[in-house]
């Protein structure tokens, strides 16, 4: 269910109150100008903001037609110096000649109405200088103005490969918390304070998980009762999986029989029957056109080929808005996550996959995304957490910044802009550890950083945590509000059990060291599928560290991630050779084996030897 691109480095064998992460150098500019012609006044307004580093830059346009309207647009501009390149652009048709810089609008944003605006970008690379544009046209009108040239500040960090995607480069200490004590003892859900004194209900507050008790979900539940053992976990929060349209009315995959109106009913007996603690529900919304366009194994039914942008909008967000905006649903906190596997995929993979590619030329994930997010942040008591993938995704430098760049640029583009986001969550169905506990991103061996390791491969971060708050604090300096919140999904990163190391190992090979300290055992961080040796982590709780408003478990433990074996079913999943255990890998896991259970169902169906596996392997052991 979850693809793991690792496009940084080619020579791979593979909340609050915080302050904000250094932001690198940050030039912009204004340019406004009007020109009229016999036909038609054209007045454009181009908005030019870059970071950067040493040979690197990500740059950010906005495009303002405050002319007559247009119904198609390009944009040029000179790069003051010869050394200055695009790499890769987004939200338009981008080309280079000598220093001549040429975008073209995509038919999804080519009509500018007088007043309208769009966003556009690239990243790019600079040799001896990077000093700002000056001569923006939109179709041959000059829309020259005064810049402010960034200033150099050049990245520390080496380089180790070449880089598919150029960004800015996050903070190079991330904060590191300590994992919890097993003698802490797990809660139902995020747990409620003695002294909490929650506000009236249906009030849209800041942390939804604070003080609140989590929705069980009986389908899951179920299952997790029939298996011997399993009543220690069953009375635990999960999401509930809206993985096509279908599942509204009568539930998704395998033993998943309840309808999204059926789950919010069940909340509301179950709020009623806790009291005075108000009830978080969370819902996973997964059903974009062409959905995870880099996997198999959790395609989904809709294709932008097939009006598949107009049916997710009408027949899949229009009907769960409509539901979850029912009044008598009102008092519940209702938690939606909104697609994963979508806008990260748009970063890494549009040159790799097809299917990615049409999401990026036609728009869908971005205007899907922000549909999602209009319709959901409308309700009052509908929260929105965007899936920002994980840190052996997009942990690298250049994959962090254009990450960044991207989220706001979606954020900013729905009606409440950077609000209608509550949070961002990482690790969604994913493995990484939520904590390493024995090495850091600062730990050296012998002289040498763990981020040479072959595990690491120059990353920036080794663990969830660190990097959910340095994506956070990364966020917050671009101008997502200082609130933000962030998730991370812990319901299958616990590698406990006798393979779990118990300290530091004492090898000064910065490799052997690494491998013998991680507590993450898989073969390779781009694995995804039913991970043999995986445990159930830390139970869901609300505010665990500061910058994080929960652990939460959004992926059923017990539920695969996909058919170890061609099987047809008519729930258009396909054959993923990742969740195959006797693969040999491919680039985007060095090639390694896949690391997958066998004997696995199609995604989203119970596989009972995985859920046996994940809770002998649980750590926080399970009592």
């Known amino acids: 269910m979850r693809s793991t691109p690792r496009p940084g480095a080619v020579s791979s064998t593979v909340r609050r109150g915080l302050v904000a992460a250094a932001v690198l150098a940050i030039g912009s500019t204004a340019a406004v100008a009007t020109a009229t012609s016999a036909s038609a006044a054209v007045s454009c307004k181009v908005t030019y903001s870059a970071s950067q580093w040493q040979g690197g830059m990500s740059a950010n346009l906005t495009v303002q037609n405050l002319g007559d309207a247009l119904s198609n647009w390009t944009l040029t501009f000179t790069f003051p110096n010869s050394g200055q390149k695009v790499a890769q652009g987004w939200s338009a048709n981008w080309s280079q000649s000598g220093s001549n810089v040429t975008a073209t609008a995509l038919d999804w944003n080519k009509s500018l109405a007088t007043g309208a605006s769009t966003s556009l970008g690239f990243n790019g690379t600079w040799t001896s200088s990077n000093p700002s544009p000056t001569d923006f046209k939109i179709n041959g009108v000059s829309c020259n103005g005064t810049p402010q040239s960034p200033s150099q500040s050049p990245s520390q960090s080496p380089s180790r490969s070449p880089s598919q995607s150029p960004s800015q480069s996050p903070s190079q200490s991330p904060s590191q918390s300590p994992s919890q004590s097993p003698s802490q003892s797990p809660s139902q859900s995020?747990?409620?304070?003695?002294?909490?004194?929650?506000?009236?209900?249906?009030?849209?507050?800041?942390?939804?998980?604070?003080?609140?008790?989590?929705?069980?979900?009986?389908?899951?539940?179920?299952?997790?009762?029939?298996?011997?053992?399993?009543?220690?976990?069953?009375?635990?929060?999960?999401?509930?999986?809206?993985?096509?349209?279908?599942?509204?009315?009568?539930?998704?995959a395998g033993n998943n029989s309840m309808g999204l109106r059926d789950h919010l009913d069940e909340a509301v007996k179950q709020d009623a029957a806790n009291g005075s603690a108000p009830l978080t529900i969370q819902v996973v919304i997964y059903d974009l056109p062409n959905r995870d366009c880099s996997a198999l194994s959790s395609n989904g039914e809709l294709k932008i080929a097939n009006n598949g942008l107009a049916r997710y909008k009408t027949e899949y967000i229009d009907v769960i808005a409509g539901i979850m905006a029912d009044s008598k649903y009102s008092n519940l906190r209702i938690v939606t996550v909104v697609e994963p596997d979508s806008l990260p995929n748009l970063i890494t993979n549009v040159s790799n996959f097809q299917a990615c590619q049409e999401a990026q030329s036609s728009g869908a994930y971005v205007q899907g995304v922000q549909?999602?997010?209009?319709?959901?942040h409308a309700i009052r008591n509908v929260y929105t957490y965007v899936d920002a993938a994980h840190h052996a995704w997009l942990g690298w430098d250049t994959n962090f910044g254009p990450v960044v760049n991207l989220f706001h640029q979606v954020a900013s583009g729905t009606t409440a802009g950077v609000n209608s986001v509550d949070g961002f969550i990482v690790n969604t169905a994913n493995f990484g550890a939520t904590v390493e506990p024995y090495f850091t991103i600062n730990t050296s061996v012998n002289g040498q950083s763990v981020r040479q390791s072959k595990w690491v491969d120059w990353n920036y971060y080794v663990d969830e945590q660190s990097f959910a708050v340095g994506l956070r604090n990364a966020l917050v300096a671009k101008g997502f509000p200082n609130t933000l919140g962030m998730l991370i999904d812990t319901s299958r990163n616990g590698w406990g059990g006798s393979a779990r190391p118990t300290g530091p190992s004492t090898s000064t090979n910065v490799d052997t060291f690494v491998n013998e300290s991680r507590v993450d055992r898989r073969i390779h961080a781009g694995n995804w599928c039913n991970q043999s040796g995986a445990g159930m982590g830390e139970r869901p709780r609300a505010n665990p560290v500061a910058g994080l408003d929960a652990y939460v478990w959004i992926k059923p433990p017990g539920e695969s991630d996909g058919s170890s074996s061609a099987i047809d079913n008519n729930e258009g999943k396909g054959f993923d050779r990742m969740c195959d255990p006797t693969y040999t890998g491919n680039s985007l896991n060095g090639n390694n084996m896949s690391g997958a259970l066998g004997g696995a169902p199609v995604s989203g169906h119970w596989f009972s030897a995985q859920f046996q596996q994940l809770m002998q392997n649980a750590y926080p052991p399970l009592s």
């Open 190 to 252: 995020p747990s409620q304070s003695p002294s909490y004194s929650p506000p009236p209900p249906g009030t849209h507050v800041d942390n939804p998980y604070a003080g609140a008790t989590g929705y069980v979900n009986p389908d899951w539940s179920a299952s997790a009762k029939s298996e011997p053992g399993g009543s220690r976990v069953a009375n635990l929060s999960t999401a509930v999986w809206l993985d096509r349209i279908a599942a509204i009315s009568s539930g998704s």
């Open 371 to 376: 549909y999602a997010l209009n319709k959901l």
